[in-house]
């Protein structure tokens, strides 16, 4: 059984006939914990009848004592096994899983949750395998990203508890400046209603005010800056992200992907290439926006300007790998050189 729907997890949870095994994967991290501590359970001998295994760790033996143990003045005991990679599960370690995974019964609940974005449902083979394990012998808790339909409903409602209103606007602005997961949103809305007192109305320019911005998207937004030529606009970002105290390899990172980015579209195009092949050969998967991005922003610059600036982006690679240097020296001198040269389009 595998279960994507909030309302189908919430019903199934509420009237306890769930499977002894559950196992639990997603990009929501809020709601995986939520959903987890509902599986626990807990009690007054959860000390007792609760035990935790790091999967790094993992001895089968240890796994299947645990789930075979009875529980203690309780109906059933909880055994979890956090930070799960299905990539190091070996052949062997696969049969003993199944083994343990069809001999549960009432007494307890084996669950599973993944080592965050260690679950890859597409390509990985056993990931599949796995997720094809707990659907036969339990039930899979697949927990999505939340809509931003569904995130602006929440944080709205959140801050209507706390006494405040919170705009249509000012919730949209609050997901595009703080992202998409629960914990952080909701703890956005504590902060702004907080410094609203715990009354009145929240606007946009509220959260503009007091919800920093993502440090990825003041990356993306240095490339677009270097992009559209603003030389004293790059430089301030990046004084922001040294202020936020972001790694100088992160920054560089995704300075890189940007520039192979508009490369590779430059070089599409001049092949007749389509963005969904595109997409399709270099492994974009649901990144395709970053495709449609880059084939219209890289007639903006001549293939010798983007060799250009990927010879720079790799010399930087190099010095902040090899070298003991300053790196915010580093990543000025190199977001100056892609300002320097005349384009030849």
């Given at each position: 059984m595998t279960l994507t729907d909030e309302k189908a997890m919430d019903k199934a949870i509420a009237g306890g006939e769930l499977p002894a095994l559950a196992f639990l994967y997603g990009e929501e991290e809020h709601l995986k914990q939520k959903?987890?501590?509902?599986?626990?359970?807990?009690?007054?001998?959860?000390?007792?009848?609760?035990?935790?295994?790091?999967?790094?760790?993992?001895?089968?033996?240890?796994?299947?004592?645990?789930?075979?143990?009875?529980?203690?003045?309780?109906?059933?005991?909880?055994?979890?096994?956090?930070?799960?990679?299905?990539?190091?599960?070996?052949?062997?370690?696969?049969?003993?899983?199944?083994?343990?995974?069809?001999?549960?019964?009432?007494?307890?609940?084996?669950?599973?949750?993944?080592?965050?974005?260690?679950?890859?449902?597409?390509?990985?083979?056993?990931?599949?395998?796995?997720?094809?394990?707990?659907?036969?012998?339990?039930?899979v808790f697949e927990l999505r990203e939340r809509s931003a339909a569904v995130l602006q409903k929440l944080v709205r409602a959140a801050a209507e508890k706390r006494g405040c209103a919170l705009s249509p606007a000012a919730a949209k602005a609050l997901i595009e400046r703080a992202g998409t997961q629960t914990g952080t949103l909701l703890a956005e809305v504590e902060k702004l209603c907080a410094l609203h007192d715990y009354s009145g109305d929240i606007e946009a320019q509220d959260v503009d005010r007091l919800t920093p911005q993502r440090p990825e998207d003041n990356i993306y937004g240095l490339s677009k800056a270097i992009l559209r030529g603003d030389y004293a606009g790059s430089m301030r970002i990046l004084r922001d992200l040294f202020y936020l105290r972001y790694p100088p390899e992160s920054i560089l990172s995704v300075l890189s992907g940007f520039y192979v980015d508009l490369y590779r579209a430059k070089a599409a195009l001049t092949a007749k290439k389509t963005a969904a092949q595109v997409a399709a050969d270099f492994g974009y998967g649901k990144r395709t926006f970053a495709v449609d991005n880059a084939i219209r922003d890289q007639r903006r610059l001549s293939e010798k300007r983007l060799t250009q600036a990927l010879d720079a982006l790799g010399r930087a690679d190099l010095r902040l790998k090899s070298t003991q240097c300053d790196a915010r020296i580093v990543l000025e001198e190199t977001v100056t050189a892609l300002f320097s040269g005349e384009d030849e389009r």
């Amino acid at each position: 059984m595998t279960l994507t729907d909030e309302k189908a997890m919430d019903k199934a949870i509420a009237g306890g006939e769930l499977p002894a095994l559950a196992f639990l994967y997603g990009e929501e991290e809020h709601l995986k914990q939520k959903v987890l501590s509902r599986l626990m359970g807990g009690g007054d001998f959860s000390s007792f009848n609760d035990v935790r295994l790091d999967f790094a760790q993992l001895d089968a033996d240890a796994l299947e004592e645990a789930v075979t143990t009875l529980p203690l003045m309780a109906s059933r005991r909880s055994v979890l096994l956090f930070d799960v990679v299905p990539k190091d599960i070996t052949a062997d370690l696969f049969k003993r899983l199944e083994k343990i995974f069809a001999s549960l019964d009432e007494t307890c609940r084996l669950i599973l949750i993944e080592k965050s974005g260690a679950v890859d449902a597409k390509r990985d083979e056993k990931s599949k395998k796995l997720l094809r394990l707990a659907d036969k012998y339990g039930c899979v808790f697949e927990l999505r990203e939340r809509s931003a339909a569904v995130l602006q409903k929440l944080v709205r409602a959140a801050a209507e508890k706390r006494g405040c209103a919170l705009s249509p606007a000012a919730a949209k602005a609050l997901i595009e400046r703080a992202g998409t997961q629960t914990g952080t949103l909701l703890a956005e809305v504590e902060k702004l209603c907080a410094l609203h007192d715990y009354s009145g109305d929240i606007e946009a320019q509220d959260v503009d005010r007091l919800t920093p911005q993502r440090p990825e998207d003041n990356i993306y937004g240095l490339s677009k800056a270097i992009l559209r030529g603003d030389y004293a606009g790059s430089m301030r970002i990046l004084r922001d992200l040294f202020y936020l105290r972001y790694p100088p390899e992160s920054i560089l990172s995704v300075l890189s992907g940007f520039y192979v980015d508009l490369y590779r579209a430059k070089a599409a195009l001049t092949a007749k290439k389509t963005a969904a092949q595109v997409a399709a050969d270099f492994g974009y998967g649901k990144r395709t926006f970053a495709v449609d991005n880059a084939i219209r922003d890289q007639r903006r610059l001549s293939e010798k300007r983007l060799t250009q600036a990927l010879d720079a982006l790799g010399r930087a690679d190099l010095r902040l790998k090899s070298t003991q240097c300053d790196a915010r020296i580093v990543l000025e001198e190199t977001v100056t050189a892609l300002f320097s040269g005349e384009d030849e389009r």
